[in-house]
């Protein structure tokens, strides 16, 4: 997903009083551990956030449109 997008889509989620998740290649990472649905969203991927204090440019490069992309990148050979 280019950074724009992942930008425009985090600023317009937080616009609405809401705190958005970024999946970035194979972290879930989230800015407020104790926001609505993170410990359901634990429960369905099986695998717990990292708390950030803000989405850096790293992350937004990294970011990845849904699960099964992020699943597809998580099987994919690490190139070197």
């Given at each position: 997903?280019?950074?724009?997008?992942?930008?425009?889509?985090?600023?317009?989620?937080?616009?609405?009083?809401?705190?958005?998740?970024?999946?970035?290649?194979?972290?879930?990472?989230?800015?407020?551990?104790?926001?609505?649905?993170?410990?359901?969203?634990?429960?369905?991927?099986?695998?717990?956030?990292?708390?950030?204090?803000?989405?850096?440019?790293?992350?937004?490069?990294?970011?990845?449109?849904?699960?099964?992309?992020?699943?597809?990148?998580?099987?994919?050979?690490?190139r070197g």
């Amino acid at each position: 997903m280019p950074i724009d997008a992942a930008k425009h889509a985090l600023d317009l989620i937080a616009s609405h009083g809401l705190d958005g998740w970024l999946y970035a290649g194979n972290d879930w990472l989230i800015r407020d551990a104790q926001a609505p649905h993170v410990d359901r969203e634990g429960r369905t991927v099986q695998f717990g956030p990292k708390v950030v204090k803000t989405f850096d440019e790293n992350m937004l490069s990294r970011a990845v449109k849904n699960r099964r992309e992020r699943r597809s990148l998580s099987r994919a050979p690490v190139r070197g």
